[in-house]
T-cell receptor, first 113, second 115 residues
């Protein structure tokens, strides 16, 4: 089945550690996105990538980094510089021919203590 | 930049009653509009979308939405609520930048369905 995979579903880290969240898609989509979700704040865009080896900062990129070395993969690293990393992280993708609609993965809940 | 306002962070209805979730947007160009649904601890699922053409859009699970340009609104409705409709709903507007397209989301509306 085609879709977007995010792993793991739950992730726990100690403060001061970097952590990388995985996002893989087998939909052959060109664009990929990372969002952060906090209660009552909707989804906020962290980074996005329209093509391989290129990505742009979203609205809340500070403390995060990404890479796009392969079309199907868009990992997100939450660095120790991110002040409030505990959140639900969602990855999405979009085909180059769609009217901007995005398809979402199941999410990763990160807890940093 | 575009923005989306969802009126009411929590909406509660009885099973069988009308569901109305409100969404207003601001956009300097003709918008593409979307409604997504999210069940607890899951990703978002597309309910419906408006691009061009007919302003009344039908989606999955019996939901529909009407694009009203004069009111800059895209409210989501369902004639008869079911217990399984309890979830969080997000309205989104598309935005095109030189670096590509992105969606701007509202803050979400939590729908509760009472038996």
């Amino acid at each position: 089945d085609g879709g977007i995979t995010q792993s793991p579903k739950y992730l726990f880290r100690k403060e001061g550690q970097n952590v990388t969240l995985s996002c893989e898609q087998n939909l052959n989509h060109d664009a990929m996105y990372w969002y952060r979700q906090d209660p009552g704040q909707g989804l906020r865009l962290i980074y996005y990538s329209q093509i391989v080896n290129d990505f742009q900062k979203g609205d809340i990129a500070e403390g995060y980094s990404v890479s796009r070395e392969k079309k199907e993969s868009f990992p997100l690293t939450v660095t120790s510089a991110q002040k409030n990393p505990t959140a639900f992280y969602l990855c999405a993708s979009r085909t180059g021919t769609s009217v901007y609609e995005q398809y979402f993965g199941p999410g990763t809940r990160l807890t940093v203590t | 930049a575009q923005s989306v306002t969802q009126l009411g962070s929590h909406v509660s209805v009885s099973e069988g009653a009308l569901v109305l979730l409100r969404c207003n947007y601001s956009s300097s160009v003709p918008p593409y509009l979307f409604w997504y649904v999210q069940y607890p601890n899951q990703g978002l699922q597309l309910l419906l979308k408006y691009t061009t053409g007919a302003t009344l859009v039908k989606g999955i699970n019996g939901f529909e939405a009407e694009f009203k340009k004069s009111e800059t609104s895209f409210h989501l409705t369902k004639p008869s609520a079911h217990m399984s409709d309890a979830a969080e709903y997000f309205c989104a507007v598309s935005e095109w930048e030189t670096s590509g397209s992105r969606l701007t989301f509202g803050e979400g509306t939590q729908l509760t369905v009472n038996p």
